[in-house]
């Protein structure tokens, strides 16, 4: 398992070739807990080796961090990888514990001159607008981004957890490459209303957390027993309490369906939203994280695998009977404003 590359698809209309499963960086540096490096250094090599070329980041992951922390990576294969970082969240300058969100042109412009210092790249391949700022048309937010399409600072945009209808509004602007958003068999909220635009509109779609933030892997149920003071898992409702109980008894099917195939549940759960671009008519490129060799050849295997009618039919059950939402405060994500 994990010898083959994986298959390459185009993201988005006109956007670029990538391998059909992506890499998440944030946890290398930020969010999970402590990391070990060299291992961490040596997954992004596997995962290249494996035919993963799209890897992902974010200006406000550690706070510029982890963009510094795969910059050596991208800069020594420049030519075979596709960079995507992001903007919008910064620290409230009167309280630096608090975090804004930002989309006027003045900061937008700001930060991307931060994550090319930081990159050590001229150019970013896909930058993402990461949150909404409700207080900016979004219109003005895409102009100011396509203003550095027209510089030759980025190449592609994206955006990050929009409704449909922002992003249609933002298409009129630009031409959008790709929509991310959290998506995989604990959060289906997208498919009401933003997968099907992004369909319509020739949009790729790019699914973080499709593991449910490891959470359908079985690697732990109650966050705030097993998870370290320093791991943000402990602040979402999914998994702490009775809701965590609730949600790894949903893992049954799951685990049953990944016996069948020989495979783990972490793998099904990748499956199922490998094959959504089939299902919904659109490029879908998952960005599961991971830090460690093993895990990355787990992941990319789950692209070869094809779940069956019978195994989608009894997945689907599962949607409407998850407990508790994906934040503690979803006012920032498209399910917040649709």
């Known amino acids: 398992m994990g010898s083959e590359k994986i298959e390459t698809v185009e993201l988005g209309n006109g956007g670029p070739r990538v391998g059909v499963q992506g890499l ?10 402590p990391t070990d490096t060299d291992e961490a250094r040596a997954t992004l090599e596997r995962a290249l080796e494996l035919g993963v070329t799209l ?6 992951y550690g706070m510029g961090e982890n963009e510094k922390f795969i910059a050596p990576f991208i800069r020594a294969h420049r030519d075979e990888v596709v960079l995507a970082t992001k903007f919008a969240i910064s620290l409230d300058p009167d309280d630096p514990s608090k975090r804004i969100i930002r989309n006027d042109r003045a900061y ?13 790249v001229d150019e ?11 207080n900016v048309p979004i219109e003005e937010s895409v102009g100011a981004m396509a203003e550095l399409v027209a510089e030759g600072k980025v190449k592609h945009l994206g955006l990050s957890e929009v409704t449909g209808s922002e992003l249609r509004a933002a298409q ?4 959008i490459t790709a929509l991310q958003s959290e998506w995989s068999l604990f959060s289906r909220d997208i498919e009401e209303g933003v997968v099907q635009a992004a369909a319509e509109l020739g949009v790729g779609v790019v699914p973080y957390s499709p593991l449910g933030r490891g959470f359908l892997t079985g690697a732990f149920v109650h966050a705030d027993k097993e998870l370290g003071a320093d791991d943000f898992r402990r602040q979402q409702p999914r998994f702490t309490g009775d809701n965590a109980a609730a949600n790894a008894a949903l893992l049954e099917p799951v685990r049953a369906i990944a016996d069948a195939h020989g495979a783990t549940p972490g793998q099904i759960a ?5 094959q959504q671009a089939t299902a919904r008519g659109l490029a879908v490129v998952p960005i ?11 992941n990319t295997g789950a692209t070869r695998i094809r779940l069956t009618e019978q195994d989608l039919a009894q997945l689907e059950r599962i949607a409407g009977k998850v ?11 498209s399910a917040g404003r649709e």
């Open 24 to 33: 998440g960086c944030m946890g290398m540096s930020f969010a999970y807990g």
């Open 108 to 120: 937008i412009r700001q930060a991307v001159e931060g994550s090319l210092r930081r990159l050590g």
């Open 323 to 333: 407990a508790g939402t994906r934040y503690a405060d979803m006012s920032f994500t």
């Open 270 to 274: 990748l499956a199922w939203v490998q």
């Open 172 to 175: 009129a602007v630009h031409p």
């Open 288 to 298: 599961p994280g991971t830090r460690k060799r093993s895990r990355i050849e787990e």
């Open 55 to 60: 890897f992902d980041t974010a200006d406000m």
């Open 124 to 134: 970013i391949d896909l930058y993402y607008m990461h949150r909404r700022d409700v």
